[in-house]
């Protein structure tokens, strides 16, 4: 039985950031049921939370902590397909402390793995500088990331609009190319549309010579953005690598998160740029 204290202690670790939660039970539960694999249960579990946070009311996403009975249900639903309604509902009450009816990660993690509160409030968490270290070039991994997506999606916008305006150039190329060889069509129709198919021809009108100007500006964007992530990402694998051998074994599953997040956005860069094997699942051993 928890005391109060340790309930006290308990609820603010729900009040954390998803990701936070997690972590904070890897570090506590390594190598007491939980390992590399379990820890990818985990990394998916808390994309479900996420997930399912955008889709309700607060839209809260990674800020998120906790969710309603209704997200609850369907969360416990897409993960156990097995479980009745009733049964969803029992497992719910087994879940939440207090009766709050909201359901945080790490409250799942614990009915999960059959842990207690106490052992989770007191399950260690190691830290060091290395480790600090570490999270904040993460973070600025994450900056670098942002900004590429963000520049990625004005590139498709870009070449949707040069997909558009090379669309209407062909089609009317094509509509002029009818008009010049229609032998039912006046001499001075006929030669009228040869000499604006030849303008056209000659030159690509402005909308399309603008649309060609914005796509290669825009990819020429993303490439850099692209090489300064990848620039990060070395920054940050070395930090990690660094943390992991200057005492990582206290926050086994701090260094496994910050691995994973590594390896996540190693997959938003080209292929031939990637620094790991994106066609194999994810496999790391913070304690080897």
């Not at 129709?189 to 030159?203: T, W």
Request: glycine share 4%; net charge positive; proline share 3%.
């Amino acid at each position: 039985m928890a005391t109060n204290t340790k309930l006290e202690k308990f609820v603010e670790l729900t009040k954390m950031p998803y990701r936070d939660q997690a972590v904070w039970f890897l570090n506590g539960f390594w190598g007491e049921g939980i390992d590399p694999n379990e820890a990818n249960k985990v990394w998916t579990y808390v994309e479900k939370f996420v997930a399912l946070d955008l889709q309700s009311s607060g839209k809260k996403g990674t800020a998120g902590n906790e969710l309603d009975q209704f997200w609850s249900a369907k969360f416990l639903e897409d993960f156990n397909q097995a479980l009745s309604a009733i049964a969803r509902k029992e497992a719910l009450r087994q879940i939440v402390t207090n009766n709050r009816g909201m359901m945080s990660c790490i409250e799942f993690l614990v009915w999960t793995y059959k842990k207690t509160v106490n052992a989770t409030v007191d399950a260690p968490q190691g830290t060091s500088q290395d480790l600090v270290d570490a999270q904040k070039a993460l973070r600025k991994v994450q900056t670098a990331l942002d900004e590429c997506k963000r520049l990625e999606a004005e590139l498709h916008q870009a070449v949707a609009e040069l997909k558009k305006q090379e669309d209407a150039y062909n089609n009317r190329c094509q509509l002029l190319e009818q008009r010049a060889n229609d032998a039912a069509a006046s001499v001075v129709s006929r030669n009228k549309a040869s000499n604006e198919l030849a303008q056209l021809k000659g030159e690509d009108p402005l909308p399309l010579r603008k649309a060609k100007l914005t796509q290669e500006a825009a990819l020429r964007k993303v490439q850099r953005q692209q090489d300064n992530l990848m620039k990060e990402l070395a920054a940050a694998q070395e930090a990690v690598d660094r943390a992991k051998a200057h005492g990582g074994g206290t926050a086994p599953g701090l260094i496994w998160w910050l691995q994973r997040e590594l390896f996540a956005s190693d997959y938003y860069l080209p292929k031939s740029k990637q620094k790991f094997d994106h066609t194999k699942p994810f496999s790391y051993d913070p304690t080897a």
